[in-house]
């Protein structure tokens, strides 16, 4: 097989695994008492260690205005604080709280014991084989990235 139909069966093959894994994500996400749009902030919010209503909207792809109701329930429900800006009394600077931070990491570790019990059923050189390759990708997606400035 050539590197294209390589790739073709690759491509293939992670959208089946999306596919298959897809139900233990939505459980992790189904128990969650936060809304999307809520916690897609959050993720925006702690991706960034701390951010403003304007770039949490265009991180959304909405207006300020847009995200104000979706602070405020975060800020009341003791995810997120929001504090002045030091120079510009007119910013608000959002940040994560300690609960905000907890929320998202035990979403990530529920995902982690998923995989790691997926795993536990592989061979030692099937798992071998597969640390080899997703570091290979990781490297090709830095390339990759690299390339598009």
């Known amino acids: ?15 089946q695994m999306g596919q298959i894994i897809l139900p233990y994500a939505m459980n992790s996400w189904c128990k969650l008492d936060v809304p999307l749009a809520q ?5 925006i919010i702690m991706g960034k260690g701390e951010t403003n209503l304007s770039a949490l909207a265009q991180g959304l792809g909405v207006t300020p205005g ?5 602070v405020e329930r975060l800020v009341e429900q003791g995810l997120v604080i929001r504090k002045p800006g030091a120079e510009d009394r007119r910013v608000t ?3 994560a709280t300690d ?12 995902k982690s014991e ?8 592989m061979s030692l050189d099937g798992l071998e084989s597969l640390r080899k390759g ?7 997606i830095k390339t990759h990235q690299q390339e598009l400035g």
């Open 39 to 43: 916690m897609k902030s959050l993720f």
């Open 114 to 121: 998923h995989m790691a019990g997926i795993l536990e059923h």
């Open 93 to 95: 600077w959002l940040s």
């Open 1 to 15: 097989m050539d590197k294209a139909g390589i790739i073709e069966d690759i491509i293939a093959l992670e959208s």
């Open 134 to 140: 997703l570091q290979e990708l990781i490297s090709s």
């Open 99 to 110: 609960k905000g931070r907890e929320l998202v990491t035990n979403l990530v570790e529920s």
């Open 66 to 70: 847009d995200v104000t109701g979706i």
